[in-house]
Nanobody, 126 residues
Framework: QVQLVESGGGSVQTGGSMRLSCTVS????????ITWFRQAPGKEREGVAA???????FTIASVKGRFSVSRDNDRYTAHLDMNNLQPEDTAMYFC????????????????????WGQGTQVTVSS
């Protein structure tokens, strides 16, 4: 069973930076799509950024230029680098794994994901 372990998160002031990481275990094939979602209290979950099996990436408009997604050479650890964080970025962040998404042109639908991380809280104070 594929498992995801997230790390990073915490509290930062407005304008600060933070890195979230997500490591996939119990999986050793080459197609690894990792997508980052976030959910703030009282709001719906939204996809933030994704990296596909072919290393294509996508970030939503509200974080473009501030957030970037990458992965390590071993392909099983992905990172979400967040810069110039704003209070509206405060949320619980989750990573999700899919073995079926190769090319990324948008946030993949939730039904394609086979495993989810436990979530990590990001709090941005003004």
């Amino acid at each position: 069973q594929v498992q995801l372990v997230e790390s990073g998160g915490g509290s930062v002031q407005t304008g600060g930076s933070m890195r979230l990481s997500c490591t996939v275990s119990n999986y050793r094939y080459s197609t690894v799509c990792i997508t980052w979602f976030r959910q703030a209290p009282g709001k719906e979950r939204e996809g933030v950024a994704a990296i596909g099996g072919d290393d294509s990436t996508f970030t939503i408009a509200s974080v473009k230029g501030r957030f970037s997604v990458s992965r390590d050479n071993d392909r099983y650890t992905a990172h979400l680098d967040m810069n110039n964080l704003q209070p509206e970025d405060t949320a619980m962040y989750f990573c999700a794994f899919s073995s079926r998404v190769v090319n990324i042109m948008n946030i993949p639908p939730a039904r394609l994901f086979e495993a989810w991380g436990q979530g990590t809280q990001v709090t941005v104070s003004s």
